[in-house]
């Protein structure tokens, strides 16, 4: 069972954004909030055809039997990014019949997942590498931990200028307004590229503003470049925008899922939790075994026309394959050196150690997920 909402965790819009993001940008918003598939009813509307061969589950599978676990009365909440894309996938694939209440909430960016985990509000989180960190850095030890990771690809991660910009390298940022979603990847990669082109973060005027902001700022003008990710990029695209740095062998690709500490200690939500991991990564197989089917879907969500979708996909998926990974040293490794890139840019004052966040305690459940996977 599934169900999905909105979660009312938004942050308040402050005086800056308010100037920032006026009248003239109010269709560029309105197309991405259309976009997110925030209302359940919108997300149920935009399954694909699926293929009952591709979509069948062992009964074992479906109702739980096959871990001994009675989920009765288990209900697993799950933070999404953009739009419903884990709740969609599991329809789509005819594996949304989980033996849990499984609900959603849909956010503008993983930092704010994270939030609403601390706060509670979610059971599981999932973000890039950079959130975690500051809410690490904020929460403290024992405030939340990294349970799984899922490789994905990193395309559509960008520093665009709108259509007739003068602006043709990162250097002809000096002095310029660039808007980007603070501690997340495009917080990073536009850091890194300000720094490859010889450049400070102390040369250009940021401003911190969400996808939709930061779209509708670079839409209207008010921004010269933007820094973001997923459907702002493909947005500002449609609208003749053109990238001046591709991010997609600046990032790692491991995409980290988080709980609170206490969760590890309720034996039916970890087996909930892995189960959904379980289900998610058939899912991913049967996406790439359907791409027209999920491009329909994804076209659906986020207003962009079927063979732009399915090319996304297809590439993203040939770049990097979504599939779950058991955690290992070398993704710690590599969050490591993300936190310390942010102490050298002066938006963290002191490294410390990420190791703490991280458990191996669902390794044995994902060892056994990894073999599920299927390349597309």
Avoid at 43 to 57: G, L
Avoid at 101 to 129: P, R, W, Y
Avoid at 232 to 260: E, Q, R
Wanted: aromatic share 8%; net charge positive; proline share 4%.
């Amino acid at each position: 069972m599934f169900s999905f909402d909105l979660l009312a965790t938004r942050r308040k819009p402050n005086a800056h954004r308010r100037r920032v993001v006026g009248t003239a940008a109010a269709a560029a918003v309105a197309l991405v909030l259309s976009a997110c598939g925030y209302s359940s009813t919108a997300a149920s509307s935009s399954t694909a055809a699926v293929s009952p061969a591709a979509a069948a589950v062992s009964p074992a599978a479906a109702d739980g039997s096959a871990s001994g676990v009675d989920f009765s009365g288990v209900t697993l909440r799950i933070g999404e990014t953009g739009y419903a894309t884990q709740q969609l996938l599991l329809k789509s694939a005819g594996l949304d019949n989980t033996p849990y209440l499984l609900t959603g909430s849909v956010f503008q960016g993983g930092n704010l997942q994270l939030e609403a985990l601390g706060a509670g509000a979610i059971d599981l989180a999932s973000a890039s590498e950079i959130p975690p960190i500051f809410a690490a850095q904020s929460g403290g030890a024992g405030s939340l931990v990294t349970v799984a990771v899922r490789q994905g690809t990193t395309l559509l991660q960008e520093v665009v200028v709108p259509a007739g910009s003068a602006i043709k390298t990162v250097a002809d940022l000096k002095g310029k307004k660039v808007a980007y979603v603070q501690n997340t990847t495009a917080h990073l990669f536009l850091f890194e590229s300000l720094e490859r082109a010889g450049l400070k973060w102390s040369d250009i005027t940021p401003v911190a503003l969400s996808t939709s902001d930061g779209l509708a700022a670079l839409l209207a003008g008010q921004v010269d470049a933007l820094a973001s990710y997923g459907n702002a990029i493909v947005t500002a695209h449609a609208k003749g925008a053109t990238t001046m740095v591709d991010a997609k062998d600046l990032l790692s690709g491991n995409y980290p899922f988080l709980v609170l500490p206490k969760t590890l200690k309720d034996p039916k939500l970890v087996a909930a939790i892995e189960d959904f991991f379980s289900r998610e990564q058939r899912a991913y197989n049967w996406a790439r075994a359907h791409p027209d089917d999920w491009a329909a879907v994804v076209a659906a969500q986020t207003k962009q026309p079927v063979a732009q979708a399915k090319k996304t996909f297809v590439d993203g998926e040939k770049q990097r394959p979504s599939r779950f990974v058991t955690i290992t040293d070398a993704q710690i490794i590599s969050q490591q050196g993300v936190l310390d890139t942010f102490v050298k840019a002066g938006l963290i004052k002191k490294s410390f150690d990420i190791k703490p966040f991280w458990t191996t305690a669902l390794n044995p459940a994902i060892t056994k997920i990894e073999g599920e996977y299927v390349a597309g």
